[in-house]
């Protein structure tokens, strides 16, 4: 027998895998098809996750787009300086405001529609549903990723650039926040999720969070499900997890309680 493998084994072995860089080959802004742009230091951290799951999945099919910006290509000098000293001292860095407007200069060039910038910042509005719900409906966003101790502020008055914050701490730059902010909203673009009423039932949807879900095996260490999920009476599981999804909120979320309870005040 020899071991020359066969022609079709060999096809089968050679065969090209779509890595997650080549997900972000250079493409025209189209209208009509929601496109984030990300300025940051760290362009090879993209698409990261997002390549992944659904949201590759999308990414590849072309239903959504993903550009980077390297912030280091518009830096000062021979050794492209982005950062500087900040005014009146202190310790740390801030990105130049020369090297942010030219790059948002360029990742802006050509947009039209309803366009965003948003820069990742502790000192933002929270991300919540709501903001993604309306990211989803804009044309596209571009998003700053902040590095050292911040940016500097004639930057974000200039472009008018709303600041967003993944929770109250602090990290080490925006990257991470941007693609939570990217997964959350691409996830609601039409046809992502191909099951369009798994993101009408989950957590935030309706201003509750998600009741508990429940799967095979029916007992699992000595646990039934819940008896009503498995009586197919459809109005009564209704009824069960809109109260599970109440207790829940009121429990773990009072903040979000209050707002569900007023919210026909």
């Not at 999920?229 to 429990?251: D, P």
Request: charged share 25%; net charge neutral.
């Amino acid at each position: 027998m020899s071991d020359t493998p066969s022609r079709s084994h060999g096809r089968k072995s050679i065969r090209p895998v779509l890595k997650p860089r080549e997900l972000m080959t250079p493409t025209p802004d189209l209208h009509g098809l929601w496109k984030a742009k990300v300025i940051t230091l760290f362009p090879s951290a993209f698409p990261g996750v997002l390549g992944e799951s659904l949201t590759g999945k999308a990414l590849q099919e072309g239903l959504w787009q993903l550009e980077t910006v390297d912030l280091r290509q518009f830096g000062i000098g021979k050794h492209r300086n982005v950062d500087d000293t900040p005014a009146g001292g202190g310790a740390g860095m801030v990105l130049r405001a020369d090297v942010l407007g030219d790059a948002i200069e360029h990742a802006m060039a050509g947009v039209r529609g309803n366009w965003p910038i948003i820069y990742l910042s502790p000192r933002g509005r929270r991300m919540d549903q709501p903001l993604m719900r309306n990211l989803a409906r804009c044309d596209g966003v571009t998003l700053l990723c902040g590095r050292f101790e911040g940016v500097d502020e004639r930057v974000l008055e200039h472009y008018g650039v709303q600041e967003v914050s993944l929770g109250d701490f602090v990290m080490t730059g925006g990257e991470i926040a941007a693609q939570a902010l990217i997964d959350a909203t691409v996830r609601l673009i039409p046809g992502v999720l191909g099951n369009q009423a798994s993101a009408e039932e989950e957590s935030f949807s309706s201003g509750l969070l998600e009741h508990p879900q429940y799967t095979r095996p029916a007992e699992w260490k000595g646990k039934p499900i819940p008896e009503v999920l498995m009586s197919g009476h459809h109005g009564r599981v209704e009824e069960w997890r809109r109260r599970m999804s109440e207790e829940i909120t009121k429990a773990r979320r009072p903040d979000l309680w209050e707002v569900y309870k007023n919210r026909d005040g």
